[in-house]
């Protein structure tokens, strides 16, 4: 799925995501990753909602956004609720929703100006 921004009010917006890879602005990606508006995390270790620990997320309960997308992949999936119960505790505001979904809501967010953070699983 291509995604366009007509006038992106960041430094890193998402191009695509499909078929097991993710374009953030002209460079694709086989693995997944975390997103700003001014940063590129592009080695986040996370290949499944099994592999995620509160600590894959320091970066960004240390940065606070006003509401983090977590992208599950092909398929929208819930961690476990205890999981979720330790990222609101550490203050994070999160959605839940597919990959693809995640990458168009950021896109539009940042769009719009909002301090956003946006963990992209790719399969």
């Not at 986040?44 to 995620?52: E, G, K, T, Y």
């Not at 606070?64 to 929208?76: E, F």
């Not at 505790?89 to 839940?96: H, M, S, Y």
């Not at 990959?99 to 719009?112: D, K, P, Q």
Request: glycine share 6%.
């Amino acid at each position: 799925m291509k995604f366009t921004l007509d006038n992106p009010a960041a430094d890193y917006v998402f191009g695509h995501y499909g078929d097991g890879r993710l374009k953030v602005n002209q460079t694709d990606y086989d693995a997944s990753l975390i997103i700003f508006p001014d940063t590129l995390i592009t080695d986040w270790p996370v290949n499944n909602l099994d592999d995620m620990s509160i600590s894959h997320f320091d970066e960004i309960i240390s940065r606070n956004p006003d509401i983090v997308l977590l992208g599950t992949g092909v398929k929208q999936r819930f961690p476990s609720v205890e999981f979720r119960r330790n990222l609101v505790q550490a203050g994070l505001n999160l959605e839940i929703m597919d990959s693809a979904a995640a990458c168009r809501t950021y896109n539009l967010l940042v769009s719009e100006g909002r301090d956003v953070a946006a963990a992209v699983i790719i399969y």
